[in-house]
């Protein structure tokens, strides 16, 4: 399959990075545009066609990904739309963009609103997929394990995607910022700052593991090491003094109402 990623910003430069790392896509089968060639340059060295005519770059496409600002993905939908292939499968990152408005400006073409997350460069994103109403479970099937070689995919209603923006896209953000508040805490009591990073990020990336793959709830993991008395027991109790489980609520629900106002 051949991919054309539009836009070399975080998110689509990890996209790419991520389908380079996971080796099933042929280097010379994907194409990464931007107004910038320095932008572009990493990938060049790393053997990733890259152009800046974003027309030229959909031809012959089979996936292309839109990974521009909310405000720019009508004008480069217009701008490749002539291009495109009858079946290329067309993607959109752009958060807020609903898929109405996406179809509007593709003339009511099959397509997909996506949020990501950056993981994709390490090939563990959590990716939700929400698919416009004519496209066909070939193309849904084609998206979802195109998406799969970055991480995990589920296809989602469109009505659920704001608040799946906020837990899997900005939660990389707020699960970041537990780590770094942890890293100073272990800091201040010797360790050094970069051992302190390496032991908690692998403590957080093993409980998210226990809770993935066993399906057990998070608090029945919990359970396991908070022993009567014990010192577990105790950092929780402070955490929760200090408004731990209310802080983390109230700013996925500040997100949220960012993106619905409505509350819906």
Same mark, same amino acid.
């Given at each position: ?5 539009? *836009? =070399? ?16 896509? /042929?280097? $010379? ?9 320095? %932008?572009?340059? =990493? ?9 800046? &005519?974003? /027309?030229?770059? !959909? ?10 600002? @909310?405000y720019?993905? +009508?004008? !480069?939908?217009e ?7 009858? $079946? ?14 996406l179809?509007?400006? =593709?003339?009511? +073409? ?5 949020? @990501? ?10 990716t939700? #997929? ?5 496209? =066909? !479970?070939?193309? +849904? &099937? /084609? ?10 995919? #589920? ?11 906020? !837990?899997?896209?900005? *939660?990389? /953000? ?8 942890a ?6 009591? *010797?360790?050094? @700052? ?5 032991? #908690?990020?692998? %403590? ?11 399906? &057990? ?8 090491? %908070? ?16 408004g ?13 109402g960012?993106?619905? @106002?409505? *509350?819906?």
């Open positions: 399959m051949k991919v054309t990623v539009i *836009g =070399s910003g975080n998110i689509g430069s990890a996209l790419v990075t991520g389908l380079l790392r996971e080796g099933s896509i /042929a280097t $010379d089968d994907v194409i990464l545009t931007d107004i910038s060639q320095e %932008t572009l340059a =990493s990938f060049v060295a790393k053997g990733v066609h890259t152009m800046q &005519n974003n /027309a030229e770059a !959909v031809k012959n496409a089979g996936i292309i990904v839109l990974c521009v600002k @909310p720019l993905i +009508r004008d !480069v939908i701008e490749i739309l002539s291009s495109l292939t009858d $079946d290329a499968l067309l993607v959109s990152f752009a958060a807020g963009v609903t898929i109405e408005q179809s509007q400006f =593709s003339g009511n +073409r099959a397509l997909f609103r996506v949020i @990501p997350n950056t993981a994709m460069s390490v090939c563990q994103s959590m939700c #997929i929400a698919a416009s109403g004519n496209t =066909s !479970v070939e193309q +849904r &099937n /084609a998206a979802h394990n195109f998406f799969s070689r970055v991480g995990k995919a #589920i296809m989602i209603d469109e009505s659920l995607m704001n608040v799946a923006t906020v !837990v899997a896209s900005c *939660g990389t /953000a707020f699960a970041l910022r537990y780590l770094r508040a890293t100073v805490a272990a800091v201040e009591t *010797g360790l050094r @700052p970069a051992v302190a990073t390496e032991l #908690i990020a692998q %403590t957080m990336l093993g409980a998210a593991v226990l809770v993935s793959e066993s399906g &057990n709830h998070p608090e029945a993991e919990i359970d396991k090491v %908070t022993t009567p008395k014990g010192i577990t027991v105790k950092g929780l109790n402070e955490m929760e003094h200090a731990f489980s209310s802080a983390v609520i109230q700013g996925i629900l500040a997100a949220y960012t993106l619905s @106002p409505s *509350g819906k």
